[in-house]
């Protein structure tokens, strides 16, 4: 199994890829706070994304 490996079920020139593509480059997270720093799973904002990201997913 590759962890790194996943499929997007839409075309390049998708709207939805777009808006993906543009906040990965855009980035998160500010500097010394990506990868490989110790991130706090029960924080409110981190839990309110994931509340939202699950409303979208269920309403498709």
């Given at each position: 199994m590759d962890e790194a490996l996943f499929y997007i079920d839409r075309g390049?020139?998708?709207?939805?890829?777009?808006?993906?593509?543009?906040?990965?480059?855009r980035g998160e997270s500010p500097a010394g706070q990506g990868?490989?720093?110790t991130v706090d799973p029960l924080s409110k904002?981190?839990?309110?994304?994931?509340?939202?990201?699950?409303?979208?997913?269920?309403?498709?």
């Open positions: 390049p020139d998708s709207h939805d890829v777009r808006g993906v593509a543009r906040k990965l480059r990868a490989g720093t904002s981190r839990r309110e994304r994931a509340r939202r990201l699950a409303r979208q997913q269920t309403n498709r």
